[in-house]
Structures are given as structure tokens and as C-alpha cells.
């Protein structure tokens, strides 16, 4: 029977988005039993999936930890500060929403407690509650759903990551107010996913769903019942667990999806699809039926990574080499370059400490790439030195990003340009009052432009948000690599960093062959060097935290590209 005009409107208006006009669904993404289930990613690839859906989407990451933002926490701690165009240090979680969305975040997608709370002393000073005693409920919890808010009509669904698990102290004051969120907004416009742990009990041969039921009782004791319910198992999940999980934690069957490893990051939004879980949400909406999704740029990438045409060895000489998180973004985009390229990356992490006293060459001969990434302090700067000469001398390539590029640019100095004691202010701060070690080649920041005005920092700054940060454009040398690369001369990149190269020492260190082949638009900054003749690049800005598995960065599509001609030599 054919269907009418009005039929055909009716369907329509039912695969939208129903609620009032102008406002977002919300999906609040919790985690239960254990932390680093992999709520990021979940997040991210239920992100993907909406939007392979035709909806639009943006996500947020709401963390408890008291820190003001991640800034000014260890690599160790904390793993990679993720760096937004509009200059805000985040959750590196917001590098996978980035990755798997392409929606560039903002510093209205991540907030902490220290962040809310700092807001609310703030406007309590002011006297901006006229005279009220101030408590974690409301004002607290208000300022929370205020963030949560923020763009409320932009976008169809609004996905809020909460950092930590349910039960801990320092996160109640989150989940209360995403309970008070969900009461204040029409029913139906919100939904609940928590993800939680089925151990396997290889002993017994036994999946064990009773933590999974005690962190949903956990989560319900707080006035939050969960729609859909995402537990990471090692083994499939039979039926009848499926079953009896569904019945003591009070969901549809359906809604129970199975997580388990994969073998790729990038075939999560595949694997997420086939079990269900854009299906799970959008029925726990409401949203019946839904239009079917495009996923052939996600089979296209999970081809590239499953079925590469050859190899490449990467060498990362760095200094939080023990923790491969503090280069999160670094290993994503060697793997999109991978992509690119059709290629798999084995990246192997390699301390630079290590180079300060032993010969770099029995380390790296055997690498078809040598990447040094950024970093602050002096420990290992020494070898990540050595490393960038063994790179140039041998002609391997190599890409330098942010002090990566200033280590370059100090080896040139000091072995080609005969300055012997070429070095960087930031080594002779601890020796300050004292004679410089250094002729400092790389000088402490003390003023440039944002946004046409003038941004002045003192050395003795406070550490947090006091850096380069964010978006800046650069202007390229036209003919030179990185312009063939980028295939544009104007570029923007995002920064983070306290320390420049010098540009009085241009003229000097051009002499001898590395050129600045990248600089601010007012010429005094410089953003690029390379080698002409050799792919050897480096750059002050992070390149990594623009690149996506179905958008490579091009330096880094390059670079492997390079890498892999090199291995053809070998």
C-alpha cells in the first residue's frame, strides 16, 4: 500500500528528536565496580553512531577531582592534558569524543570540582547570593546543571561523561545533581548508562553478575535508576546472565549490552552497533523508528587497521614513557597515519634518559621513524637531544613536536652553528640568581597576541592555564615541505607550551641547513623548522590533537608515509 504524504511527514517528525523545541537529549554516562572501564569511549562511540544516524551531538566530561583542570597534574597521574582550539586543558576523554565525532571541543565540554567550586566562592564573594549560607545543595549542584546546560539548543543529544565510579565521596555532589537534572527536564528527555565489570572466574568457569547488581543498587540508592547497562566481559555474555542481570537491576533485556575487548579502539563503533547499544538508547527515548545508520567510513577504517599492507617501527623517545597515556593523542595519530598510509604502526617507547649517557645508535638503527614528543622540565632533554642528531646525521625520519622541535633547534645550535652552550631558559631556572648555564636559544614567553590583545606572564606566573594555549595561526614558507604537506600556507595548530625559540637566532642556524619554514603571522614567532632534502620536521604547536582515524593529520600521514619508504630502503 502506498504511504501518503502525511504518513511519510508522521514518520519523519517520529525519528527526531521529541522534545521542546530547541533543547537537547541528554545521556548521562556512568561507571560502577572499578574505574578505567572505558567510559570515554563508549561515550565517543555512541557518539559516532547517533551521528552515523543523521542526529548532531556534542559530549561533555564531568570530573570530581578537586584540581581547577588537569593542567598542572603529573603525565603520571593523570596521563596526556588534552588541548582545546579555544585554549582550555581537559580530560584527555575529550581527545576520544574529538577522534570519533570530528566535533572539536570547547572549554564548556569539560569542568571539575575544583572548576564548581571555584565558581561558587567566587560569586559568593561577590555577594551574588545576597547574604545565603552556601551549601552543596543547591548552589553547588545548581552550578552544575547550569554547565550541563550550556549550548542547550545546539545540538540533538547532549552526552555528559561523570569521571570516577558511583559511591565515590568526592562525585555524589555530580550525581545528585544529574538526578535533580533529570526531574527538572520533561520526562523522556533524559537517559541513564552505566557501565560496569562482569568478571570472568576462570577457576570456576563462571561470569559473575553480582558486582554489577550491587553498583546498580548503589546508583538507585541515590535516586538514579539506569536505562541501559554496558558491562565489560572477557567472555560472551550467555543469555540467562543477560536475563537475570536485566531482572535484579531492573532493565529490558535489551538493554543489556556486552562490551568486550577489542583488538582496535576504532572498531568500537561496529562492535557497539552490532549488540545493540544506539538501538538500546534511542528505544529508551522513545525514538521509534530510527533511521538507519551510515557506517562506511567506520568499515573503512576497520579495514585499514585489520588489513594492512606492510609494517613500520616508530621509536618515541620520551620522558613519561612508563605510562603510555601521557602521549594518548601522540599514539592515535601514529595509528591514523598508519591509516593513511594502509600501514601498521608499531610505536615502541623508548626513555630518553637512557641517551644521556649511552650511544642512541644500537637503540634506534632499526627504527624506520623517530618521533620526540613534548614535555617540560630538563630531565631527558639531554638524549631527546642525541636522538634528533642521530636522526639528522642518519637521515631517518623524524618528527619533533613542541619541545621535541626546541631540542632540534638547540642540537642544530650547538653542532652545525658552533654554539656550544646553546640551551633554553627553562633549564636555568632552578640556577636562577646563578650565572646562566646557557646561551638561551629557547627564551621563557613573556608576552604575545590572542584574540588582538597583548597577553603578558611572568616566570613567576602561577603554573596553571599560564601557557600558550589553544589555537594559533601560522603562516608557511611557500615551496617548502611542510607546505607541499599541508598543502595550504596558512594553517592553524593548537599550542601548549611556556617557552620559543628564539627568531635573532634565525639567520645563524639557517646557515647550516635547518630552516624555519613556519612562523607566526607576525613573523616573530617561529612554529616550524625542517631539513630540506630529508623529512625532518619539527614543531612547536600538537599537532596530534587535531587528528581522527577517518581524518589523519597530514604531518603525521607524512611522517609514517616516510617511515614507510624508509623501510624500503633497509
Known amino acids: 500500500m502506498r504511504s501518503t504524504r502525511k504518513d511519510r511527514d508522521k514518520k519523519r517528525e517520529i525519528t527526531q528528536p521529541r522534545g521542546q523545541p530547541g533543547m537537547a537529549r541528554y ?50 597521574e593523570h596521563g596526556e592534558v588534552f588541548v582545546t582550539d579555544d585554549g582550555a586543558e581537559t580530560d584527555l576523554d575529550l581527545g576520544h569524543y574529538e577522534r570519533f565525532t570530528g566535533v572539536a571541543a570547547r572549554k564548556t565540554d569539560s569542568v571539575s570540582s575544583g572548576r564548581i567550586y571555584s565558581n561558587v566562592l567566587e560569586r559568593e564573594r561577590r555577594g551574588d547570593y545576597l547574604g545565603k549560607t552556601i ?92 536505562d541501559v547497562l554496558v558491562c565489560r566481559t572477557e567472555v560472551e555474555l550467555p543469555e540467562k546472565e543477560r536475563a537475570k542481570i536485566a531482572l535484579f537491576c531492573n532493565v529490558r533485556p535489551d538493554a543489556v549490552i556486552p562490551a568486550m575487548d577489542l583488538k582496535s579502539i576504532y572498531e568500537a563503533p561496529l562492535a557497539y552497533h552490532k549488540v545493540g547499544l544506539d538501538k538500546a538508547v534511542l528505544d529508551a527515548f522513545g525514538i521509534r523508528p530510527a ?20 609494517e613500520v ?29 594502509r600501514v601498521k604502526v608499531r610505536a615502541e617507547w623508548l626513555d630518553a634518559e637512557i641517551f644521556e649517557t649511552e650511544d642512541p645508535a644500537p637503540y634506534l638503527e632499526n627504527f624506520n621513524g623517530i618521533l620526540v614528543p613534548g614535555g617540560f622540565g630538563e630531565r631527558g632533554t639531554e638524549g631527546k637531544i642525541n636522538a634528533a ?6 637521515k631517518v625520519p623524524y618528527l619533533g613536536i613542541c619541545l621535541g622541535m626546541q631540542m632540534a633547534v638547540i642540537e642544530a645550535a650547538r653542532n652545525l652553528a658552533d654554539i656550544k652552550d646553546a640551551g633554553s631558559e627553562e633549564f636555568d631556572h632552578e640556577a636562577e640568581g646563578e650565572t646562566p648555564r646557557f646561551k638561551h636559544i629557547i627564551y621563557h614567553m613573556k608576552q604575545w597576541v590572542q584574540d588582538n590583545q597583548t597577553v603578558q606572564r611572568s616566570a613567576d606566573d602561577d603554573k596553571g592555564g ?32 611556556r617557552y620559543e625559540v628564539d627568531i635573532a637566532y634565525r639567520q645563524k642556524i639557517e646557515e647550516t641547513g635547518l630552516r624555519f619554514s613556519g612562523l607566526s603571522p607576525d613573523g616573530r614567532l ?19 590533537l587535531k587528528s581522527k582515524p577517518f581524518e589523519p593529520h597530514p604531518l603525521f ?12 630502503l633497509v
Open 557 to 568: 600521514a607524512s611522517f609514517i608515509g616516510a617511515a614507510l619508504e624508509q623501510s624500503r
Open 313 to 341: 617501527r616508530i621509536a618515541i623517545v620520551g620522558k613519561y614513557t612508563q605510562l603510555e597515556d601521557a602521549y594518548k593523542s601522540i599514539a592515535e595519530a601514529l595509528t591514523h597515519g598508519g591509516i593513511a598510509n
Open 27 to 76: 545521556i548521562f554516562v556512568t561507571g560502577g565496580v572499578v574505574s578505567s572501564l572505558g567510559k570515554g569511549l563508549a561515550s565517543a562511540a555512541l557518539g559516532s553512531l547517533l551521528q552515523a544516524r543523521g542526529y548532531t551531538v556534542r559530549l561533555r566530561k564531568l570530573d570530581p577531582y578537586l584540581n581547577v583542570d588537569p593542567g598542572t597534574m603529573s603525565p603520571f
Open 389 to 394: 642528531r642521530f636522526a639528522r646525521e642518519r
Open 135 to 226: 551549601q552543596v545543595i543547591p548552589h553547588v549542584t545548581n552550578e552544575i546543571k547550569d554547565f550541563i546546560a550550556i549550548g542547550d539548543d545546539e545540538v540533538d543529544f547532549m552526552l555528559c561523561e561523570i569521571g570516577g565510579t558511583v559511591g565515590d565521596i568526592e562525585g555524589l555532589p555530580f550525581f545528585e545533581a544529574i538526578r535533580q537534572f533529570a526531574q527538572d527536564r520533561p520526562r523522556g528527555e533524559c537517559v541513564f548508562m552505566h557501565l560496569t565489570l562482569l568478571p570472568y572466574l576462570a577457576a570456576s568457569g563462571e561470569l559473575k553478575t553480582k558486582p554489577t547488581q550491587h553498583s546498580v543498587k548503589e546508583l538507585r540508592s541515590i535516586g538514579i535508576a539506569p
Open 291 to 310: 533511521p538507519r545508520p551510515n557506517l562506511e567510513k567506520w568499515e573503512e577504517v576497520a579495514d585499514r587497521v585489520y588489513n594492512p599492507d606492510g
Open 526 to 544: 617561529p612554529e616550524i623548522v625542517e631539513i630540506p632534502g630529508q623529512w625532518f620536521v619539527g614543531v612547536q604547536f600538537h599537532p596530534e
Open 466 to 497: 599560564t601557557m600558550r594555549l589553544g589555537a594559533y595561526d601560522a603562516t608557511l614558507t611557500p615551496g617548502s615541505q611542510v607546505a607541499d604537506i599541508y598543502g595550504t600556507t596558512s594553517i592553524s595548530e593548537r599550542h601548549r607550551h
